[in-house]
C-alpha cells in the first residue's frame, strides 16, 4: 500500500524560520527606534528650557516665576519677589518654580495652557512624569550644582542611562547631569535599574 503522507521540506523549514528571523528582528529595530526618540524627547526637553529662561530675560529683564513685575509683562496671576532666585521645589505645586510655566507660556517663549488650576499645567515628559526647575539653592541632589537645575521625573532607568551617555558624562552620579531615586532628595546614584524610575536632574 502506498503512502500519500507528505510533510515540509528542508527548504521550506528554512524559508519559514528565515521568514520569523526577519519578523524579530523588525519588532526589535523598531523598540530600539522607538526608545531613541524616547530619549530624544527627553534631550529636548532638557535643551529648551534654558531658551526659555534666557529669552524671558532678553524680553523683560527679569527671571521668570521669580519677575515681581510678571503682571504687567505677561499679565501673570501672580508676580515672583524678584530675588533672583526661582524659589520653590522642581515638583511644588505652587510659588516661583511653579509660576515659571505660566511666566514663559504668557511670555509666548513655551506651548501649553496658562490656567494654573488645569490638570495638564505642569508639564509632562514621553514617559508621564513631571518636569520642572528650581534655583541651584533648591538641588534635590547634594552633589549637583549649577545656578539652575532642571528635573524630569518617572523616567525608566535604562533611558535615564542613555541620556546621561547623551548629554553628560555617562556617569549617572558625577557630572552636570546626575540621577536620583523617584521622589528622594540625596545624593546621585549609579544603581541604575533599567526597569525601575528614576528622577534624571541637569544643573547648568
Known sequence: MKNNQSGFTLVEIAIVLVIIGLLLGGVLKGQELINSAKVKNFATDFRNIPLFIYGY????????????NAQAHVVATTNGNGNGVIDGDWN??????????QHVRLAGLAAGTTDVSAADYLPRNADGGQIGITSGVNSPITTLKGS???????????????????????????????????????????AVTDAATFTVCLAF
Open 92 to 101: 511644588a505645586s505652587s510659588g516661583e518654580s511653579f509660576n515659571f510655566w
Open 57 to 68: 530675560q532678553d524680553k523683560y529683564r527679569a527671571l521668570p516665576g521669580d519677575d515681581k
Open 148 to 190: 539652575y537645575i532642571i528635573c524630569s521625573g518617572g523616567i525608566l532607568g535604562k533611558f535615564a542611562k542613555q541620556l546621561d551617555i547623551t548629554m553628560d558624562d555617562g556617569n549617572t552620579a558625577t557630572g552636570s547631569m546626575q540621577v536620583i531615586g523617584t521622589g528622594t532628595a540625596a545624593a546621585a546614584t549609579t
